[in-house]
DNA sequence: ACTATTTGACCTTA
DNA sequence: TAAGGTCAAATAGT
């Protein structure tokens, strides 16, 4: 607002161009800091349980063909969903490994949106009657993204085949060796709303977070890694608000809607091991949100 | 031979 | 009725 208004009084014909537009980059800059805060209070947002519960155990009339064609009337219950949001810029594409393994049953093109849609359902369905599946689409907005979707939960033995302290350990020594951009899987699941199997145990101790799509915040390092489950332990979301409530940010105000939030392609977290990252954020803004959009 | 994927047809849902 | 979701025969891969 200082910026703008300092922009606004240098509207004269005496205001140099340069002047204007050094101003003008210092109001984009903030914006881009200003989305930055809102995706950090969209983690608590997103996680609002009532958005993954709304559909469990809701019954639904529905109509099924049995052996003979006859349509039968029955009642089924939706399945519960989860949806996240993947960047992938490595070689395994939308078949990264997230740990189950899935057969692909269908591909259908969506009105509307540029890349088809792939079906997915749990190998286990008929051996052992799991009916965990997701759909997997490549995101309009960035080529690199995708987005997944899960429906139910897995009840299969044989899930989880890969050890996925094992990929974080392999990630970290990627990091740790500075690897280069050649010939690296890299999988950075950006956005997630409830992950819809039990974090493994290295998840929740390694749980790190990062913002997508806002250059300055994707960092060479987090590109070269690969991450999964990515949100933050109850500590972190702790230390989050502890650093936005604190003296410094007293009078920012949030007022964000989750789905303005969900929708937005800025959406994610911000990888607080990183923390220089963190400092980056010019965190003494003030956002009226409401204001912000309108 | 067995398993996975592709893809057009069919079914369900809103 | 159109769009999204699923089925299953044909095909590809191992």
């Given at each position: 607002m200082e910026f703008a208004n300092r922009l606004k009084s240098k509207?004269?014909?005496?205001?140099?161009p340069e002047e204007c537009d050094l101003l003008l980059e210092k109001i984009l800059s903030s914006l881009d800091k200003s989305l930055s805060i809102l995706n950090l209070k969209a983690v608590n947002t997103i996680r609002d349980p009532f958005c993954c519960s709304k559909n469990e155990g809701s019954d639904l009339d529905y109509y099924s063909r049995d052996q003979g064609k006859n349509m039968v009337s029955k009642k089924r219950k939706l399945l519960q969903q989860w949806s996240k949001q993947v960047r992938i810029s490595g070689i395994e594409g939308p078949n990264y490994d997230d740990g189950y393994s899935w057969r692909k049953y269908g591909m259908k093109d969506i009105l509307r949106a540029n890349h088809p849609r792939a079906y997915y359902r749990c190998t286990h369905r008929n051996t052992q009657g799991c009916l965990a599946t997701k759909q997997v689409q490549k995101s309009d907005e960035d080529p690199l993204f995708f987005d997944v979707t899960y429906k139910g939960k897995h009840n299969c033995?044989?899930?989880?085949?890969?050890d996925i302290s094992q990929e974080n350990q392999k990630a970290n020594y990627n990091k740790n060796q500075n690897v280069?951009?050649?010939k690296v899987e890299n999988l950075n699941i950006i956005k997630e709303e409830d992950f819809p199997f039990t974090p493994l145990k290295s998840e929740s101790e390694n749980s790190q977070f990062f913002a997508n799509s806002m250059e300055p915040f994707t960092s060479p390092i987090a590109s070269e890694s690969l991450y999964l489950s990515l949100l933050p332990t109850q500590e972190e979301e702790f230390e989050l608000d502890q650093i936005l409530q604190s003296s410094k940010l007293s009078h920012i105000e949030f007022s964000t809607t989750p789905t303005s939030v969900i929708n937005s392609p800025f959406c994610g977290y911000l990888d607080l091991s990183v923390d220089d990252q963190v400092d980056n954020i010019d965190l003494s803004l003030m956002i009226d949100v409401s204001e912000f959009f309108t």
């Amino acid at each position: 607002m200082e910026f703008a208004n300092r922009l606004k009084s240098k509207i004269d014909p005496l205001a140099s161009p340069e002047e204007c537009d050094l101003l003008l980059e210092k109001i984009l800059s903030s914006l881009d800091k200003s989305l930055s805060i809102l995706n950090l209070k969209a983690v608590n947002t997103i996680r609002d349980p009532f958005c993954c519960s709304k559909n469990e155990g809701s019954d639904l009339d529905y109509y099924s063909r049995d052996q003979g064609k006859n349509m039968v009337s029955k009642k089924r219950k939706l399945l519960q969903q989860w949806s996240k949001q993947v960047r992938i810029s490595g070689i395994e594409g939308p078949n990264y490994d997230d740990g189950y393994s899935w057969r692909k049953y269908g591909m259908k093109d969506i009105l509307r949106a540029n890349h088809p849609r792939a079906y997915y359902r749990c190998t286990h369905r008929n051996t052992q009657g799991c009916l965990a599946t997701k759909q997997v689409q490549k995101s309009d907005e960035d080529p690199l993204f995708f987005d997944v979707t899960y429906k139910g939960k897995h009840n299969c033995k044989a899930s989880q085949s890969v050890d996925i302290s094992q990929e974080n350990q392999k990630a970290n020594y990627n990091k740790n060796q500075n690897v280069g951009n050649q010939k690296v899987e890299n999988l950075n699941i950006i956005k997630e709303e409830d992950f819809p199997f039990t974090p493994l145990k290295s998840e929740s101790e390694n749980s790190q977070f990062f913002a997508n799509s806002m250059e300055p915040f994707t960092s060479p390092i987090a590109s070269e890694s690969l991450y999964l489950s990515l949100l933050p332990t109850q500590e972190e979301e702790f230390e989050l608000d502890q650093i936005l409530q604190s003296s410094k940010l007293s009078h920012i105000e949030f007022s964000t809607t989750p789905t303005s939030v969900i929708n937005s392609p800025f959406c994610g977290y911000l990888d607080l091991s990183v923390d220089d990252q963190v400092d980056n954020i010019d965190l003494s803004l003030m956002i009226d949100v409401s204001e912000f959009f309108t």
